[in-house]
């Protein structure tokens, strides 16, 4: 089974509102990273957090990393209908695989 | 062109036959990556590999091939392709700055196994 779960599968909200996402993981990470899918396109890479860092921001994202839940949250401060995209997290372990998560599809609503 | 290019964009194919994906990179990266991304499972790991003549299977290897005899180059070939091959197929390469390097991805290859 796949390393990452994200929750929720899908999310809609209005533009101007914070969307956040989560991210859970089985085994131990070196980091976690987060990429954004527009419809039909391939991923872009958003953020990393390594395993020693709890928060890190970047614009109008902020991600955290719980390494004893194992779990990640990605938040989206002010959305845009322009955010609206499939969100992956993915897993980064000592063998340099990168594993992905099943991703949470984030309508924004203008 | 500077990056990561795959080909074909789109192919169809019949059960059995034998197709190949192309995936070229220009950073000279090391690590490069097949995935393949159905519906409800994101992305799942095929194969990947840390370097000309090294790879290694990912979590759905069985039915597929890889080789790599140059650092650009990671072609992606089903030996006798199935329906539950279909599928849209992503390549992706990282950087040889540690872990802690993001990866790049290409476009993507929507194949059709009929």
């Known amino acids: 089974s796949q390393q990452g779960e994200e929750d929720p599968q899908a999310l809609s909200i209005q533009e101007g509102e914070n969307a956040t996402m989560n991210c859970s993981y089985k085994?131990?990470?070196?980091?976690l990273q987060w990429y954004r899918q527009n419809s039909g396109r391939g991923l872009v890479h958003l953020i990393l957090?390594?395993?020693?860092?709890r928060e890190k921001h970047s614009g109008r994202l902020r991600v955290t990393l719980d390494t004893s839940k194992k779990s990640s949250s990605l938040l989206i401060t002010a959305s845009r209908a322009a955010d609206t995209a499939s969100y992956f997290c993915?897993?980064?372990?000592?063998?340099?695989?990168?594993?992905f998560g099943s991703g949470t599809r984030l309508l924004v609503r203008p | 062109d500077a990056g990561i290019t795959q080909s074909p964009r789109y192919k169809i194919t019949e059960t059995g036959r034998q197709v190949t994906l192309m995936c070229h990179q220009t950073?000279?990266?090391?690590?490069m990556f097949w995935y393949r991304q159905d519906l409800g499972h994101g992305l799942r790991l095929i194969y990947y590999?840390?370097?000309?003549?090294?790879?290694d299977k990912g979590e759905v290897p069985d039915g597929y091939v890889v080789s790599r005899s140059k650092t650009e180059n990671f072609p992606l070939t089903l030996e006798s392709a199935t329906r539950s091959q279909t599928s849209v197929y992503f390549c992706?390469?990282?950087?040889?700055?540690?872990?802690?390097?993001?990866?790049?991805f290409g476009q993507g290859t929507r194949l059709t196994v009929v």
């Open positions: 993915a897993t980064k372990d000592s063998s340099y695989k990168l594993i």
């Open positions: 085994t131990s990470i070196n980091n």
């Open positions: 957090i390594r395993s020693n860092e």
């Open positions: 992706a390469s990282t950087g040889t700055g540690g872990k802690d390097t993001e990866a790049f």
């Open positions: 950073w000279s990266h090391s690590y």
């Open positions: 590999s840390a370097a000309a003549d090294i790879t």
